[in-house]
């Protein structure tokens, strides 16, 4: 890492250097006819160019917004880049939007052009278009399309067909180096847990107080690889897309989420970073997998972990590892975890959680199989994390301690409130959202409630408008109960409920393929799933699992009641934000008569 590079006011100045420095070194990986191939940095930029020039015939200028609605793929951060050297704002809208959102983002942020993905992504502005009378230009990233209201989507080829000219490329560069540190570079909307997204404005100065954060206090190499599948609507994927630019990493594209496993084996990355579902799902088919062998490969799994883990708590604490504890770890270590990092890739040296809270359990786990999971803390708000566990300094369940310039204080009712360069400006037309958030000093109302350990890290109990206040006047924090219900084997999805009742409840959908394994093991058979929710040996399995979670509670936040759900909720079915998040407004509505049952 140069320091010329970290030393940059804005991101259009460290592309130009990041294109000075490194015309030959590979920016992105990419599958292509079956294997990943490399693309080069001068690939990049001959895209780039071409994107700004097409800019310039159409009449698209400084400060207009430009919308990306695809799934994660290079194109998008070449849009994105192109955007951010002509001083052209990115609006990302989640792939998995309904027709009805992206109607109201692209009117909202009155977007002058809209980069589409594919055939899919066409069909939904279609629908969009129609339901707001909208008519702004299309490039679909893939070809061919279909037309929207008669006229054809321009292709991306085209559209960003590379661009060696002499005199564009002097025009782009001093394009890219008037943009200032101010300059807003992304109006990036909330995925919703409570309702209407709201416009986060970020900056060029934001955006790089985080990359600079992250650099800081992390060791890139030009040789690190990570796989990107985040969407990069979300502001942790579009920090991860942004920080190859920076550190100089390779950043591969896995082809989708049902791919992750194989995409793994096949880019081996170095770095991953994921929200906690992923490393949830990973963990629960470890868990299948070992429960389908043998006693004595299970007892010496279950002896290896243990091992790992109390080597795992004493680097927690900073403390030495006695000499029989390090020979029995180099003994589990070929036996056991080596074969669950080959999982990863084999390569794996740093994985990063963030989005929604990891389980202390899961997070303590992966370190004692050598997998460092770091996880963070951080909104939209405040252009992804603003605090992390190290390497080596860590804490289990926690998100680490402050980086950057980032302060902290806390309300009387235990919210946290923070402020630096890392926390953006105003919500996009929408003054009185702003005002709610900051309070009247400046600092920034994160609305989750949290606190400091005699340690020094942050430790997130709940959200403030998810806190669960019993009829007995006990407040409990629902996602701690709903990260212990997920690492059960056979639950997939958790929902706690209990807001002014007497004791708490849950909605619980099964992980199908676990359950399905189970239940012909059992030798039960039924015509359909939603008919094996219902199976009375189905219910009592999972009955007796809460039980076990609920030994890990004080007793008013035992769970007491649970109904089984026909099926997992999902982004499609709106139960679910993009970053896999529940949206228990939704969730609660939905299935109040199946809450109303439970008391």
């Given at each position: 890492m140069t320091s010329s590079l970290v030393d940059g006011k804005t991101i259009s100045e460290i592309y130009l250097k990041r294109i000075q420095l490194s015309p030959e070194g590979t920016a992105y990986l990419a599958k292509k006819n079956g294997v990943y191939q490399p693309i080069l940095w001068k690939e990049v930029n001959a895209r780039v160019?071409?994107?700004?020039?097409?800019?310039?015939?159409?009449?698209?200028q400084a400060e207009d917004r430009v919308a990306i609605l695809s799934n994660t793929r290079?194109?998008?951060l070449i849009a994105d880049l192109a955007n951010l050297?002509?001083?052209?704002?990115?609006?990302?809208?989640?792939?998995?939007?309904?027709?009805e959102d992206v109607a109201y983002l692209i009117e909202h942020s009155e977007a002058k052009l809209i980069f589409a993905e594919d055939e899919v992504m066409i069909k939904k502005l279609e629908a969009a278009f129609a339901l707001k009378k909208i008519n702004v230009p299309v490039v679909s990233f893939s070809s061919p399309v279909?037309?929207?209201?008669?006229?054809?989507?321009?292709?991306?080829?085209?559209?960003?067909?590379p661009i060696t000219n002499k005199t564009i490329e002097d025009e782009f560069k001093k394009s890219a180096e008037s943009i200032l540190p101010d300059n807003i570079a992304s109006i990036v909307y909330t995925s919703g847990t409570t309702g209407q997204p709201k416009g986060v404005v970020l900056s060029h100065f934001n955006f790089l107080a985080e990359l600079r954060a992250i650099i800081h206090n992390f060791t890139f190499t030009p040789e690190d690889t990570t796989l990107a599948f985040l969407p990069f609507a979300h502001i942790l994927g579009r920090v991860e897309g942004l920080l190859s630019l920076m550190a100089g990493a390779s950043l591969a594209f896995a082809e989708n989420i049902n791919t992750l496993s194989q995409n793994l084996m096949e880019a081996k990355p170095t770095i991953l970073v994921s929200v906690p579902r992923i490393y949830e799902k990973i963990y629960a088919k470890i868990q299948s997998e070992v429960a389908a062998q043998p006693k004595y490969s299970q007892s010496i799994f279950n002896w290896a972990v243990e091992i790992g883990r109390k080597v795992a708590k004493l680097n927690s604490e900073q403390k030495p590892i006695p000499l029989s504890l390090e020979l029995k770890y180099k003994i589990a270590d070929p036996l056991v975890f080596t074969k669950i990092r080959k999982k990863f890739g084999g390569r794996i040296r740093l994985t990063v959680s963030g989005g929604a809270p990891l389980s202390p359990?899961?997070?303590?786990?992966?370190?004692?199989?050598?997998?460092?999971i770091i996880e963070g803390?951080?909104?939209t708000e405040t252009t992804a994390a603003i605090t992390v566990n190290r390497p080596n300094d860590f804490n289990f369940g926690t998100v680490g301690k402050p980086f950057g310039n980032i302060e902290f204080r806390f309300a009387a009712d235990g919210e946290i409130q923070t402020r630096g360069d890392m926390v953006f400006r105003e919500y996009y037309k929408n003054p009185s959202a702003t005002a709610e958030v900051f309070t009247e000093d400046g600092w920034f109302c994160t609305g989750d409630i949290g606190e400091i350990t005699h340690r020094g890290f942050l430790k997130i109990t709940d959200r403030k408008k998810e806190l669960i206040k019993t009829s007995g006047g006990k407040y409990i924090a629902p996602q701690k109960l709903e990260n212990l219900l997920k690492g059960v084997r056979f639950i997939s999805q958790a929902m706690v409920y209990g807001d002014r009742e007497k004791y708490v409840v849950a909605l619980i959908t099964l992980n199908e393929p676990e359950i399905n394994k189970w239940a012909a093991q059992q030798g039960i058979s039924v015509s359909s799933f939603e008919d094996l929710t219902k199976n009375s040996k189905v219910i009592q399995l999972i009955d007796k699992e809460i039980e076990s979670v609920n030994g890990h509670l004080a007793n008013f936040e035992t769970i007491k009641k649970f109904r089984l759900l026909p099926r997992d909720f999902s982004i499609e079915s709106g139960e679910l934000t993009p970053s896999l998040k529940l949206k228990r407004k939704v969730c609660t509505e939905r299935y109040k008569d199946y809450i109303q049952s439970l008391y």
């Open positions: 160019l071409g994107i700004y020039h097409s800019y310039k015939k159409i009449g698209i290079p194109e998008w050297c002509s001083g052209v704002v990115t609006v990302p809208i989640y792939q998995s939007s309904t027709p279909s037309a929207i209201n008669g006229v054809p989507p321009m292709s991306f080829e085209e559209f960003a067909a359990e899961l997070c303590e786990f992966y370190h004692a199989v050598g997998i460092k803390y951080g909104l």
